[in-house]
Every structure is written in structure tokens, then in C-alpha cells.
């Protein structure tokens, strides 16, 4: 079972040769009439994925669903920026348009304290607290894995007046590649139909489709660790890019991420999606983000990099809980905290 590789996808595995891989470890990428196949599909996966965590630039927009401890809190649109540079890795989530907040009384005798996660939290004059994130920002490197993330605290009255009352930060410090930190990054190369490869470790099941598409299920293990089974479906005529994916771990037949995508531009050897739809889903809830990739480049963006970085660096930003999961036990710590 063979099918022609697309010239892009050609293009784009040759610039993994020369960047990443030997010409003796890297066959498929020598000849324009080059095949993929059944056998090769996993290695051709890992190979044109290479050249991504090597450099690449992605863009675009996102309208991403509150966190499931922020009761109240409706969804909000973002702007986002994904970039990898030498094996470096940074995303960026900024919040660009800001969600409507209604009011909602407190229930009898109850005045509890605000919570940076948001929630029904009401201040000693009874307005509702909320906590609106402002920006996110994660980093992936071989030192340190970290996020950092920015919340207006909004005080709403009774007739719906929205009040901002100041800014927090907290500031995640974990080991490489931490577990909690990967799916920040990782969310941003699946969403392109892409970083797969390297979450897969042994094929199950290659099926040709129509319109030539290939269905592949494979073993492997998600952002966090966990195993069990990927179910894609490659598009042959856009680069091999994953076009729709399924995760489900070993325990449950309900998909723990499933990702679609559709629409097709070609940005240089790019072949990028147009729109995309990225849900998580377990048994206690669902989260479902919508997003459009607008620009992309195969280059890493050195500067953005560099600049998320600064994230660990101090001093830090003023209202900021640090959470530090390098030791054991985590150490939680607030500075400079405001007075309430």
C-alpha cells in the first residue's frame, strides 16, 4: 500500500535531512518519487515533526472556555503565538476581547473571599468577585518548564457595572517537559496537524481512505504520560498533516482529546489548517476550544522566545503566587501581596 508524497511535504522532510537527521537514517527523504506507505508512516510522522520542534512560527486566534473551577466566567477571545526554537519551546495567550460578566447575589450568609480561579466569590459589600485571565504565557525548555498567568480582578454590582480592582499573577515553576506544562505546547502543534509523531510508538492499523486520506491507529501516550491509543487521519495531499485525532487512554473508550481541523493554506513548505476545534474531555467535565491558525512560518521566532523566558526570571511582577513544583513538597508562595 503506497501513495505519492505532496511536494510540500517532500520539501518540508528534506529540511528535517538537514537540520535534524543523516542522509544513512533518513531514506525516505532522498528521492522526489518517494513513497509513504504502511511501513514507513510512524518514521515519516517523526521525521517531518522534527523539523517543527526544530523552528517554526504559528499564529492566530482563539476563543478558549473558562477554567472548570471558574463558575461565572464566560468564554473569552484570544490571540495566541506559538513558537519552537532549538528545541526551545513558547506559547502566548492573550486575551483580546473581554467576556460579558452578569451579576449573581451571593446566596444567605455567605461572604467567602475572592479566588483567583474565579467562582461565586463576593467581597464584604456584596459584589461579585471574578478573576478574568489577561494573558497566558508557557515555556518549554531543557532547564525549566514554567507558566505564567495574568487575571484582572473584576468587582461587578448588583446593576451589572464591572469594576477592575487590580491584577494577580501566578507563576508555575516545574521540572523539563513537566506533564501539567506540555499540553500548553503540544495543543498548539496538534491543533496545526501536527507533533503527533513522536506521541506514537507502534502502528496498529493503517487504512487508505478516500480523497487520500490515510487512517492510522497507533499506540502511544498523551501530553501527561498517560497511554494507550491515537486514532488519525492523515491527509496525503496537505503534507501528511493530521486532520482529525482521537485519544483514548487503556481505561476508557471515551476519547480523552479529540481534535479536528479544516480548511488548507500553504504558508512557504507549510501546510497549514485554516480552522480548528481542540476538546478535552474526562468524565467530570469538557472544555472545547475554537480556533483559526492565520500565519505560520518554519522558522522559530528566537526573540519571542527569549522574551517568554523572562517568565522565571525576578523580579517578579507585584501580586504574584509563586507555585514552585521542583521540590517536594511544592512550595506556594505570595509576594508582595495587596492589602484587602
Known sequence: MTHKSDPACLRLARMVCAVALSVAAAPWCLAADDDVTAENILDTLKRLDAAYGEGVTLGGTEVRPAS??????????????????????????????????????????????????????????????????????TIMNKEVSAQSTTYSVMRVSPDNTATCSGQDTILQLCTPVAPTLTLPCKKALWSSGRGFGDCLYEVEKVEMLPDRQMRLVAKGWESSGATGRWELTLDLDAACMVRTAAFYTNSSEQPMYRITNKGLKREGDLCLPEEYVFEIGVETFQLTYTGKIESGKLEGDQEFVQKAEKIVEEPYPENTILIDERVSPPRTEVLDRRKK
Open 68 to 137: 472548570r473551577l471558574a463558575a461565572g466566567i464566560p468564554p473569552r477571545e484570544t490571540r495566541w503565538k506559538f513558537s519552537s526554537f532549538q528545541g526551545r519551546m513558547a506559547v502566548e495567550f492573550e486575551t483580546v476581547s473581554a467576556p460579558p460578566l452578569d451579576y449573581v447575589a451571593p446566596p444567605a450568609k455567605s461572604r467567602k473571599s475572592r479566588s483567583l480561579h474565579g467562582g461565586y466569590d463576593h467581597d464584604s459589600e456584596g459584589r461579585l468577585l471574578l478573576s478574568i485571565v489577561q494573558s497566558t504565557t
